[in-house]
């Protein structure tokens, strides 16, 4: 479901550090632009405003309009990238032409799948000591907590560990 745009207004500007009023359902990492089409990144969120970074060259001036999309940062994927160099808002760095706008997108802030639908582990990893592999049975791709007292040996265990397999 799509949420509308919302608008807000600049209270205050400091350097690249922006102060939002009238963005109720803004959230961290959204980004938002003004009417020239800067971005700006939320990075903290209070009752009456938030605060965001300004990415893009330009200059806010309080009282300017801002339009929230709630979107987060995407880059443009696709072959296109081959051989360029990109900052981390998908704006090409090495001195050549301009990337394109449109196509295929990747978020950069995805959430992780739930348990249920993550790929079963059935390879087991042996440690070739029978005790520890009927007590803790350890499997190839999970991880393992290893809880103990300060000084005991863990980390030395799981380096071997390591080492022998």
């Given at each position: 479901?799509?949420?509308?745009?919302?608008?807000g207004?600049?209270?205050?500007v400091?350097?690249?550090?922006i102060?939002?009023?009238?963005?109720p359902?803004?959230?961290?990492?959204?980004?938002i632009v003004?009417?020239?089409?800067?971005?700006?990144?939320?990075?903290?969120i209070?009752?009456?405003?938030?605060?965001?970074?300004l990415?893009?060259?330009?200059d806010?001036?309080?009282g300017?309009?801002?339009?929230?999309s709630h979107e987060?940062i995407?880059?443009?994927?696709g072959?296109?990238?081959l051989?360029?160099v990109?900052?981390?808002l998908?704006v090409?760095i090495?001195g050549?032409?301009?990337?394109?706008?449109?196509?295929?997108?990747l978020?950069?802030?995805v959430?992780?799948l739930?348990i249920?639908?993550r790929?079963?582990?059935?390879?087991?990893?042996?440690?070739?000591?029978?005790l520890?592999?009927?007590l803790?049975?350890?499997?190839k791709?999970?991880?393992?907590?290893?809880?103990?007292?300060?000084?005991?040996?863990?980390?030395a265990?799981?380096?071997?560990?390591?080492?022998?397999?």
């Amino acid at each position: 479901m799509k949420l509308k745009e919302e608008i807000g207004f600049v209270r205050s500007v400091r350097d690249y550090l922006i102060t939002i009023e009238g963005l109720p359902s803004a959230k961290i990492n959204d980004i938002i632009v003004n009417e020239k089409g800067s971005r700006i990144l939320i990075h903290t969120i209070f009752r009456q405003s938030v605060e965001a970074l300004l990415l893009d060259k330009g200059d806010l001036k309080p009282g300017e309009k801002i339009i929230a999309s709630h979107e987060g940062i995407a880059i443009p994927v696709g072959l296109h990238l081959l051989g360029r160099v990109i900052n981390p808002l998908g704006v090409a760095i090495d001195g050549r032409e301009e990337l394109p706008l449109g196509g295929r997108r990747l978020k950069l802030e995805v959430a992780a799948l739930g348990i249920g639908h993550r790929q079963l582990i059935s390879e087991p990893l042996s440690t070739d000591i029978t005790l520890i592999d009927s007590l803790l049975p350890v499997v190839k791709g999970q991880r393992q907590l290893f809880l103990g007292n300060a000084r005991s040996g863990k980390s030395a265990f799981i380096l071997d560990l390591i080492i022998n397999q």
